[in-house]
């Protein structure tokens, strides 16, 4: 037998099949992307030596941070899942070709295990622009993290190319290292979603140099 309905009843199935529509669409995940950070800065032997509490660190801290950023990392927008996109702009480097990197740590407003987690930029022997998207679940402690509670500073860590702890103000040619001058700008994508370069204000237009493969 086949089952009737009457135009009211109709009508109102009408009004809530459109309601889910509505709300299955504002629940849904947005794709976007935000400028966690954008610093120039020049870094001499003698601050690496000297800054605090960590030596070779440069600190990105209140001001040098989007004060827009989320405070949740993960609703209602979900950067937790999504990519880090690093730019990389050398501007000064010594001669000599040392292999360098950065080490881009996340300092959270609430932790736990040890606290915090970082990536590493990509290895460079002269001055350029170097990019790279890091996946967010993949880098180092990244679980570590409370990624509800938001993110309160950045660490960047400048080392040599020996591992995680060959930083390079304890190098004995460490001049081959400072002084350096660098532009870092860090965006963060949404889950689901590509880096678009175009919503990043401020960027000149430089040639990429590809991270060359192992």
Not at 12 to 27: E, F, Q, T, Y
Not at 170 to 176: C, G, L, S, V, W
Not at 181 to 193: E, F, G, N, P
Request: hydrophobic share 35%.
């Amino acid at each position: 037998m086949l089952c009737t309905t009457s135009p009211i009843a109709r009508r109102s199935m009408l009004v809530w099949a459109c309601l889910a529509a509505l709300w299955m669409g504002a629940s849904s995940v947005r794709a976007e992307q935000f400028v966690l950070f954008d610093a120039t800065f020049t870094f001499t032997k003698d601050e690496a030596d000297n800054s605090k509490p960590s030596p070779s660190h440069y600190y990105v801290r209140d001001k040098l941070m989007n004060a827009e950023r989320p405070k949740d990392w993960i609703s209602p927008v979900d950067y937790r899942n999504g990519t880090a996109h690093v730019r990389l702009e050398v501007l000064e480097k010594p001669a000599g070709g040392e292999a360098t990197t950065w080490s881009v740590c996340y300092i959270p407003n609430k932790g736990r295990d040890k606290g915090y987690g970082c990536f590493n930029t990509p290895v460079y022997k002269e001055a350029g622009v170097y990019e790279q998207d890091i996946p967010m679940t993949k880098f180092w402690q990244s679980d570590s993290i409370v990624w509800e509670q938001g993110i309160k500073e950045m660490h960047l860590v400048i080392k040599d190319n020996s591992g995680g702890s060959g930083h390079a103000h304890k190098r004995q040619d460490h001049e081959k290292f400072f002084p350096t001058k660098v532009r870092m700008t860090v965006i963060q994508v949404s889950a689901d979603s590509k880096y678009d370069a175009s919503l990043v204000p401020n960027l000149p237009p430089a040639k990429t140099v590809a991270p060359k493969s192992k």
